[in-house]
């Protein structure tokens, strides 16, 4: 699409701002939504995977690039009886852009079955016996695919389209047996189901399939896919966040504080993943390296209630009609804290290519001033950067960085870009501020060439990276103050959007240095995760 005057940053504002504002994963974040949680995305990661790989980035499963969805937030793991199937009335899917024109070229659609197995128990003896349903999902231990003692099993197909998500072409993706039908994972019940959380790893990673995607170059149509509950991987101080930042600026701002002052809120949660492992050569085209990425729910159009519902499994529902878009997320947050509350189930209806539409909320963020209102005795000034239009971060999280992740050509648009010819760096090596982390790290992103770790946020999204303090550094213009008047940022070219030069200074920030050192107060390196696919923590048990 194409962007007139202040157009560009007006996206990637919108996922600078989202991201700059990430004070959390996107939870119940807009007010449709939060009818639907089986179609609320949390989360979307996007990284070349690092499982097995050598310190110099190479070997492992470093040829191929992971992408995790999450959906159903803040699932309590002793929600039972029925837990956090998905809905099979849904259709789920991860988009890729791989030539930067902000529409999908690449598309992988989940979607779910639920079978009941209608187990019953013979009750009572002789002629008063009779054989009744069970009401819940088990009847026993569970260890194994397909387990008998399961009396609601869930299966999924994945689709791949390319081209137009509605109207390319379609192929199924089927394990390397050839089955199109895959097996998802009962949730973590609790101990007794289940076994402990060994025993629940050792069940899960029986639903971890290698598949073939047809169109793939020859010896690279091989990946992996896993669906199932996990650990909540985001850390944020949720609860503190939304209730008016209830800190101080003085906590916010001393990096001594971390882990002090607040506790991650979500950890005792878990979420749904789906899991993708693709060879990074069927993901890109042509000689550009740099993907896009943002994942979608849609739901049909109508929907009929039946007062008197069949027996059986979710037999009060009929749908019908077109597809319906009701769930967006590319880079974290962008809906939670930069659109403004009357346009947030239009965001989540919303395409990449028709972002300029919220031009406003990008170009003139409301989350620096909201800060200063409620940290800074009711001044919105008292913090908020002065360089508007904030092109600083329309272009690291609208176009992508130049020499980093930002493509060839580019719409700018929000969604979350990869550098897909960047090595990936082991866990442990990881700069949980990504490529912020590493700016702050050589000096600036004139140095950048003495960076060691470039595969982080905001070129596209590793579990570790704590990307509720890279944006909050952004959003506050640590970037200015870090490359000064000779920022390195790469915005050029954008009809009617000033260099950064000229508008991203340091004298521009009121926080100074300080906004380089902003953070929420909980680190997300703390957080426990796998060192291999689908990379997210065993989830959390219903009952010990």
Wanted: aromatic letters at 6%; one cysteine or more.
């Amino acid at each position: 699409m194409r962007f007139k005057k202040l157009g560009i940053g007006v996206i990637a504002l919108a996922a600078a701002c989202a991201a700059g504002l990430s004070i959390a994963s996107s939870h119940r974040e807009a007010p449709f939504i939060t009818t639907s949680p089986k179609v609320d995305g949390t989360d979307l990661y996007m990284f070349r995977s690092y499982e097995g790989v050598a310190p110099d980035g190479t070997g492992g499963r470093s040829d191929y690039v992971t992408i995790i969805s999450n959906y159903i937030p803040l699932q309590a793991p002793y929600g039972g009886p029925n837990y956090f199937v998905m809905d099979p009335n849904a259709l789920y899917e991860i988009h890729i852009d791989n030539n930067g024109d902000a529409n999908e070229d690449i598309t992988f659609q989940f979607r779910f079955n639920n079978k009941l197995n209608n187990v019953a128990l013979p009750i009572g003896t002789g002629a008063a016996q009779k054989t009744v349903a069970i009401p819940l999902i088990q009847a026993g231990a569970v260890a194994n695919l397909n387990d008998a003692n399961l009396n609601l099993t869930e299966t999924y197909s994945v689709n791949i389209v390319r081209g137009d998500r509605r109207k390319g072409t379609v192929q199924p993706i089927t394990k390397t047996s050839g089955s199109a039908s895959f097996e998802k994972p009962v949730d973590y019940i609790g101990v007794k189901t289940l076994g402990n959380t060994t025993s629940y790893a050792t069940y899960a990673d029986k639903h971890i399939h290698n598949v073939k995607i047809p169109g793939c170059p020859a010896g690279k149509d091989v990946g992996r896919v896993f669906v199932g509950q996990r650990q909540e991987g985001f850390a944020v101080n949720l609860g503190p966040i939304f209730d008016l930042v209830n800190a101080t600026a003085a906590q916010i701002t001393n990096p001594d504080l971390k882990n002090a002052f607040a506790a991650n809120s979500i950890q005792d949660s878990n979420v749904t993943s789906m899991a993708i492992e693709v060879h990074k050569d069927c993901l890109t085209a042509g000689t550009d390296p740099v993907i896009g990425a943002w994942m979608t729910a849609s739901l049909r159009q109508g929907r009929l209630l039946s007062g008197n519902p069949a027996s059986g499994h979710q037999t009060s529902e009929k749908t019908g009609g077109a597809w319906t878009q009701v769930s967006r997320l590319g880079n974290p947050l962008v809906n939670e804290v930069v659109i403004g509350l009357k346009d947030k189930d239009k965001f989540n209806a919303s395409k990449p290519n028709k972002d300029i539409q919220f031009l406003d909320y990008v170009t003139n963020p409301t989350l620096p001033a909201l800060l200063g209102v409620v940290l800074a005795a009711g001044d919105p000034n008292a913090l908020a950067p002065t360089n508007i239009p904030r092109t600083d971060l329309a272009t690291t999280f609208l176009t992508g960085i130049a020499g980093v992740n930002k493509p060839a050509t580019v719409a700018p648009a929000e969604m979350l870009r990869l550098n897909t010819a960047i090595k990936p760096v082991q866990f442990a090596d990881q700069n949980r501020l990504g490529v912020a982390g590493e700016v702050l790290r050589v000096g600036g992103l004139a140095n950048l060439a003495n960076a060691k770790d470039l595969a982080g946020f905001p070129n596209g999204r590793r579990p570790k990276d704590d990307v509720v303090d890279i944006a909050l550094v952004a959003m506050l213009g640590g970037l200015c103050v870090i490359n000064g008047d000779n920022n390195g940022l790469g915005l050029n070219g954008i009809p009617g959007v000033p260099s950064i030069t000229s508008m991203c200074k340091p004298s521009s920030v009121p926080l100074g240095a300080t906004s380089a050192a902003v953070h929420d107060g909980v680190d997300q390196a703390l957080v426990p995760f796998l060192g291999s696919f689908p990379y997210l923590n065993t989830p959390l048990a219903g009952s010990q």
